[in-house]
């Protein structure tokens, strides 16, 4: 088994930056990929990013392109989101995932095993 647990969300005017972080803990080992997703009001989630544990070749949602950058730190076993730029459209809760599989840089949530609580953003003007 693998927790999650996000943190860094909060409240920031139109332009500013968060930074997200997710520590894990448990069967780290077996991770593949993670990736950071995020859910509107009655809306499914959304990927934003993924990065795999081994390697820096990241992927990201068009949305999020350009002012979103995911990074990882494997000696504290630890998932980073930078968000910069933020826009009232970002607001959502945001979720740290992982996932054992081999499916790639694959932002389908289904393709992840374990989640996070969750961590709420909101950018307001």
């Known amino acids: 088994q693998v927790q999650l647990v996000e943190s860094g969300g909060g409240s920031v005017q139109t332009g500013g930056s968060l930074r997200l972080s997710c520590a894990a803990s448990g069967s780290t080992t077996n991770i593949t990929f993670m990736g950071w997703f995020r859910q509107f009001p009655g809306k499914e989630r959304e990927g934003v990013a993924t990065i795999p544990t081994t390697g820096s070749r990241t992927f990201y949602a068009d949305s999020v392109k350009g002012r979103f950058s995911i990074s990882k730190d494997n000696v504290k076993n630890t998932l980073y989101l930078q968000m910069n730029s933020l826009k009232s459209e970002d607001t959502a809760m945001y979720y740290c995932?992982?996932?054992?599989?081999?499916?790639?840089?694959?932002?389908?949530?289904?393709?992840?095993?374990?989640w996070g609580q969750g961590t709420q953003v909101t950018v307001s003007s």
């Open positions: 995932a992982a996932t054992t599989g081999f499916l790639g840089w694959t932002l389908r949530p289904s393709d992840y095993h374990y």
